[in-house]
C-alpha cells in the first residue's frame, strides 16, 4: 500500500513538474516568436518606406508627351524602379496653382512646368551609392533635363532603420540567453529530483545513453508542446490584432508568419534537448557523495 502510495505521489510529482517545465518554456518561447515577428515585420516596414522614396525626372522643355511615356515604359524595365507616376506639365500647374494659389502662367505668360516622372525605387537600391549611378543612368536619356532626389533624406532614412536593426538584433539575442537561462534551471530542477536514481542506474551499469533517453524523450515532446502552444497563442494575437486594424495584414504576411512558427519550433527544441542533456550529463558525472 505505502509502495503504491509513493509511486502516486512521484507520478503527480513528475507530472507537476513537466506541465511547470511546459508553462515557462511556452512563456519564454512567445516572447522569441514576437521579437522574431517585430524583427521580420520590422523589415518588411523599412523596405516599404524605402520604395516610398521617389526620384523625379524632369524632362526637356519641348518634349513630346509620346516620348515621355515612351521613356516611361523603358524605365518599368529596369531592375531598380518599382512603379512610376507620369505628371503632365498641365497637372504640374494645377497642382502648383492649388498647393501655392498663385497662377504662374498670369505673369510668365506660359505653363513654366515640364512634363515629369515620379520613380518609385526598389528596396535594395533605396541608398546613396546605387541612387548615384541611377541617377546618372536616367541623365544619359537625351530628353531628361535633370533628375533629383532627397540626398541627406535617404541618408537618414537607412541609418534609422540600420539603428533600429541592431537594437532588434540585440534585444533578441539578450532574450535567447534569459531563455536559456530560465529554460535550462527549468530542466535542473526536473533532472535534480531524479539524480539518485540516475545515480542507482549509472552504479548497476547503464550506458548513459540508456539512462539519457527517458529524458530526451520528455524534453523533446515538451519543446514540441511548448512550441505548439506558443504558436498558437502568437497566431491567436496576431488574428485579433489584424481584426481590430486591417492594414496591420499589409505588414505580417504569411511567410513572415510561417517563419516566425518554424523558429519557435526549432528553438523550442534545441533549448529543451541541449539543456536536458547537459542537465543529466552534469549529474552523472557527479560522485554520490556530492549529490547531497
Known amino acids: 500500500m505505502q509502495k503504491k502510495t509513493h509511486r502516486r505521489q512521484g507520478s503527480t510529482a513528475t507530472q507537476m513538474q513537466t506541465l511547470t517545465s511546459i508553462i515557462s518554456t511556452t512563456m519564454v518561447l512567445i516572447l522569441l516568436g514576437l521579437v522574431v515577428l517585430f524583427a521580420l515585420t520590422a523589415r518588411v516596414l523599412g523596405d516599404s518606406v524605402r520604395e516610398n522614396l521617389t526620384v523625379t525626372i524632369v524632362m526637356q522643355d519641348d518634349t513630346p508627351s509620346a516620348d515621355a511615356a515612351a521613356l516611361q515604359g523603358q ?10 507616376q507620369y505628371i503632365s506639365s498641365e497637372q504640374a500647374l494645377s497642382e502648383q496653382i492649388e498647393g501655392m494659389g498663385i497662377d504662374p502662367t498670369e505673369y510668365l505668360g506660359a505653363n513654366p512646368f515640364a512634363i515629369s516622372l515620379e520613380v518609385q525605387i526598389t528596396a535594395r537600391y533605396a541608398c546613396n551609392d546605387s541612387l548615384e549611378w541611377i541617377a546618372r543612368d536616367l541623365k544619359a536619356e537625351p530628353i531628361v533635363a535633370d533628375v533629383m532626389y532627397e540626398h541627406d533624406l535617404v541618408e537618414s532614412l537607412n541609418s534609422n532603420l540600420h539603428r533600429i536593426s541592431i537594437i532588434m538584433l540585440v534585444v533578441a539575442a539578450l532574450l535567447v540567453i534569459i531563455s536559456l537561462v530560465l529554460i535550462n534551471n527549468t530542466v535542473r530542477l526536473s533532472v535534480h529530483s531524479h539524480r539518485f536514481i540516475l545515480q542507482t542506474m549509472k552504479l548497476v551499469g547503464a550506458r548513459w545513453s540508456f539512462i539519457r533517453r527517458p529524458f530526451m524523450v520528455r524534453s523533446l515532446w515538451t519543446g514540441i508542446i ?48 541541449a539543456c536536458t542533456y547537459l542537465s543529466v550529463t552534469a549529474y552523472l558525472r557527479k560522485r554520490e557523495s556530492e549529490l547531497y
Request: proline share 5%; net charge negative; hydrophobic share 55%.
Open 75 to 84: 524605365l518599368l524595365e529596369r531592375p531598380y524602379v518599382a512603379g512610376i
Open 226 to 273: 511548448s512550441a505548439a502552444l506558443a504558436d498558437a497563442i502568437l497566431l491567436a494575437t496576431i488574428r485579433w490584432a489584424t481584426a481590430k486594424d486591417p492594414s496591420i495584414a499589409d505588414y505580417i504576411t504569411l511567410p513572415n508568419i510561417g517563419l516566425m512558427c518554424l523558429c519557435v519550433l526549432v528553438i523550442g527544441l534545441c533549448i529543451t534537448v
